[in-house]
């Protein structure tokens, strides 16, 4: 995303992360999940939403992230949570989608 600014990666704990085959889900539970954060304006979050399919497919929600190596520092932030039902899906237990896409590149 060269239109925006990185700030860094980030923990969203409280939430699990599921394999629906071209793109990750998450949802709330007892885990924990591994993302990036940036900066975008309004333009762009609208974008986002419509990328994402808010509101059928997935809806922003405001949560609370802590930015990883920091052991204090929170953010809050936006995050887009599935809104249907997670069935017969694999559950990426780590939280990291793009460590858990590489496994398919290292075996």
Known sequence: MSCCEFIG?????HFLMYDLGEYPAIIPGNGKVKGELYVVNKEI?????YIEGV??????????????????HQLEAYAYV??????????????D???????????
């Open 9 to 13: 990666l980030g923990i969203l704990y």
């Open 45 to 49: 979050l609208k974008e986002l939403d």
């Open 55 to 72: 509101p059928f497919l997935f809806k922003r929600e405001k949560v609370c992230i802590r930015l990883l190596n920091s052991e204090y």
């Open 82 to 95: 599935y809104c249907n039902k997670i069935q017969n899906k694999l559950l990426i237990e780590h939280g």
């Open 97 to 107: 989608w793009i460590i858990y896409k590489k496994s398919f590149f290292s075996e």
